[in-house]
């Protein structure tokens, strides 16, 4: 069997790439080792009745590009309901509500922290927006020095202040940038929390752009598929189909042959002669099935970020004092900015943090379709755990970590452990080897300077392209990195597009 074009993932990015690469007419296979699509973008049938996410559950970036509406998902069932709020902080001594209106967000700030805050706030966005919009263009597009130096020249147009200034702005720990502007320990927190999305602490060198990036919330809202995240997986794969590509599930791939005559070797004994290998499954696993050890080496995976609790209840948590529309936002249970340098601190120490940052989703309080009438699903997302622990393996305990996690929500929300009707835990071990990311790094690879744009996953690994003929990758690996965006699959498949056409055309000339 012979192929254009064999993707080897069916997350969410490489049926992106499948996608694009099948609307302009090439022969594409994506095979997938799991019976079920979408890698962490997906939804399962958790409990009877009850379908549960098993990676994330709000996407952002996505929603800041053309993807859905390029490839007419709309068409396959995929509906978004808005994120609005998209954060409540539902502190005891008053409650911050983020929404996309920036006076309303300055409202609840003045009314919780203050006008000076409010006003503060007001000046973050205006001046982070230009940084934020940059971000997502250059995301969206293939890591070139020309295109990185378009960036900078784009936001050096929309900026006041020299270059020197912008660099250093760029430069400096969220925590820095928040605690200069900010007096309220709760609007510092939130902040510093956000900022902590992508992995490093908010007091990390180069993190406060993504404390910034709070700004794109008053652009479009965040948005949850009906029926789950992996409705947008599911829409991507008919879309494939439609398109006359192909999809197999439950067959690994076992090795790439790269060179001339590239190839996939399936676990089900099947060799897949093809054009071109598009790898949307993470670079270490990548490097070792194209059989380069030394470059599985030298990703720097990191050890772990985060985990989480998967809870069945009979009634949402109910936060003293909290805005009436708290449960259709992400909920930051953050107390303050020595909270989140205390739970690193002990991610450091190789042990997992008794009183962790938490973010909390209630998804049932607005898609009924998930669960029964009288059932919701709680998502709890707590951070920082680290992949191995200095005291033996998460099996041993995963239980006793999961009881303190529940404990620190019903601090926020007394009586919330007595909704609980049964659980379902995602310690980093779990997402390690239930999706595929190694090292329990939902982001694949560190998400620091080192790491980013074309350093992303590696020197030579980058720009989608690899040192193996008719190798190519793509995914929260490669440039941008992590989150729900498709950008990487998007512009992956231009590259690959590029090349077979320049060969072809090379070929007849």
């Given at each position: 069997?012979?192929?254009?074009?064999?993707?080897?993932?069916?997350?969410?990015?490489?049926?992106?790439?499948?996608?694009?690469?099948?609307?302009?007419?090439?022969?594409?296979?994506?095979?997938?080792?799991?019976?079920?699509?979408?890698?962490?973008?997906?939804?399962?049938?958790?409990?009877?009745?009850?379908?549960?996410?098993?990676?994330?559950?709000?996407?952002?970036?996505?929603?800041?590009?053309?993807?859905?509406?390029?490839?007419?998902?709309?068409?396959?069932?995929?509906?978004?309901?808005?994120?609005?709020?998209?954060?409540?902080?539902?502190?005891?001594?008053?409650?911050?509500?983020?929404?996309?209106?920036?006076?309303?967000?300055?409202?609840?700030?003045?009314?919780?922290?203050?006008?000076?805050?409010?006003?503060?706030?007001?000046?973050?966005?205006?001046?982070?927006?230009?940084?934020?919009?940059?971000?997502?263009?250059?995301?969206?597009?293939?890591?070139?020095?020309?295109?990185?130096?378009?960036?900078?020249?784009?936001?050096?147009?929309?900026?006041?202040?020299?270059?020197?200034?912008?660099?250093?702005?760029?430069?400096?720990?969220?925590?820095?940038?928040?605690?200069?502007?900010?007096?309220?320990?709760?609007?510092?927190?939130?902040?510093?929390?956000?900022?902590?999305?992508?992995?490093?602490?908010?007091?990390?060198?180069?993190?406060?752009?993504?404390?910034?990036?709070?700004?794109?919330?008053?652009?479009?809202?965040?948005?949850?598929?009906?029926?789950?995240?992996?409705?947008?997986?599911?829409a991507l794969a008919a879309r494939l189909v439609a398109d006359g590509g192909t999809l197999r599930t439950a067959d690994a791939a076992t090795a790439i042959v790269t060179g001339a005559k590239p190839a996939v070797l399936t676990a089900s004994g099947e060799r897949i002669g093809c054009r071109a290998v598009l790898a949307a499954c993470h670079a270490v696993e990548t490097a070792r099935l194209a059989g380069d050890a030394r470059a599985a080496e030298q990703v720097r995976v990191g050890h772990g970020l985060g985990m989480a609790i998967r809870l069945l209840t009979d009634a949402l948590p109910e936060y003293p004092g909290a805005p009436s529309d708290t449960h259709s936002s992400m909920q930051f249970l953050v107390?303050?900015?020595?909270?989140?340098?205390?739970?690193?601190?002990?991610?450091?120490?190789?042990?997992?943090?008794?009183?962790?940052?938490?973010?909390?989703?209630?998804?049932?309080?607005?898609?009924?379709?998930?669960?029964?009438?009288?059932?919701?699903?709680?998502?709890?997302?707590?951070?920082?755990?680290?992949?191995?622990?200095?005291?033996?393996?998460?099996?041993?305990?995963?239980?006793?970590?999961?009881?303190?996690?529940?404990?620190?929500?019903?601090?926020?929300?007394?009586?919330?452990?007595?909704?609980?009707?049964?659980?379902?835990?995602?310690?980093?071990?779990?997402?390690?080897?239930?999706?595929?990311?190694?090292?329990?790094?939902?982001?694949?690879?560190?998400?620091?300077?080192?790491?980013?744009?074309?350093?992303?996953?590696?020197?030579?690994?980058?720009?989608?392209?690899?040192?193996?003929?008719?190798?190519?990758?793509?995914?929260?690996?490669?440039?941008?990195?992590?989150?729900?965006?498709?950008?990487?699959?998007?512009?992956?498949?231009?590259?690959?597009?590029?090349?077979?056409?320049?060969?072809?055309?090379?070929?007849?000339?």
């Amino acid at each position: 069997m012979n192929r254009d074009v064999v993707v080897i993932g069916a997350g969410h990015n490489g049926l992106v790439a499948a996608c694009y690469l099948a609307r302009a007419g090439f022969n594409v296979e994506v095979i997938e080792r799991d019976s079920v699509i979408g890698g962490a973008v997906s939804t399962v049938e958790r409990w009877p009745g009850v379908r549960v996410d098993r990676g994330s559950s709000i996407h952002v970036m996505v929603r800041h590009t053309t993807i859905v509406e390029d490839l007419g998902l709309e068409e396959f069932g995929l509906v978004y309901d808005d994120v609005e709020p998209w954060a409540v902080l539902p502190h005891p001594s008053g409650s911050l509500r983020f929404v996309e209106d920036l006076d309303a967000t300055c409202a609840s700030i003045e009314a919780a922290c203050g006008t000076g805050d409010a006003d503060a706030y007001r000046e973050f966005v205006h001046e982070w927006t230009p940084a934020t919009t940059t971000f997502l263009a250059a995301g969206s597009r293939v890591p070139t020095g020309r295109s990185l130096g378009g960036a900078v020249l784009s936001l050096r147009r929309q900026s006041a202040g020299s270059s020197g200034r912008l660099a250093q702005r760029a430069l400096q720990p969220a925590e820095s940038e928040i605690a200069s502007r900010f007096a309220d320990e709760r609007l510092r927190a939130a902040l510093g929390w956000w900022a902590a999305q992508a992995g490093p602490p908010p007091h990390a060198v180069g993190t406060a752009p993504i404390a910034g990036t709070a700004a794109m919330f008053h652009l479009r809202r965040a948005g949850r598929p009906r029926g789950g995240s992996g409705r947008l997986s599911d829409a991507l794969a008919a879309r494939l189909v439609a398109d006359g590509g192909t999809l197999r599930t439950a067959d690994a791939a076992t090795a790439i042959v790269t060179g001339a005559k590239p190839a996939v070797l399936t676990a089900s004994g099947e060799r897949i002669g093809c054009r071109a290998v598009l790898a949307a499954c993470h670079a270490v696993e990548t490097a070792r099935l194209a059989g380069d050890a030394r470059a599985a080496e030298q990703v720097r995976v990191g050890h772990g970020l985060g985990m989480a609790i998967r809870l069945l209840t009979d009634a949402l948590p109910e936060y003293p004092g909290a805005p009436s529309d708290t449960h259709s936002s992400m909920q930051f249970l953050v107390d303050s900015p020595d909270q989140l340098r205390r739970a690193y601190g002990a991610f450091l120490l190789g042990t997992a943090p008794t009183d962790p940052p938490m973010i909390v989703m209630t998804p049932t309080a607005t898609d009924p379709t998930l669960a029964p009438p009288d059932r919701h699903v709680v998502t709890v997302w707590a951070q920082w755990h680290p992949r191995h622990l200095d005291d033996g393996s998460w099996d041993d305990h995963r239980e006793r970590v999961a009881d303190g996690v529940i404990s620190c929500v019903d601090r926020w929300a007394p009586g919330f452990a007595h909704s609980i009707v049964d659980r379902f835990i995602q310690t980093p071990l779990d997402l390690e080897r239930d999706l595929g990311l190694t090292g329990g790094n939902v982001m694949h690879v560190e998400t620091e300077l080192d790491s980013l744009f074309s350093l992303r996953p590696l020197v030579g690994w980058s720009r989608y392209r690899t040192p193996h003929r008719g190798l190519y990758v793509c995914g929260a690996s490669t440039h941008p990195g992590g989150g729900v965006w498709g950008a990487s699959g998007r512009s992956a498949a231009s590259v690959v597009r590029r090349d077979l056409t320049s060969r072809w055309r090379r070929a007849i000339g």
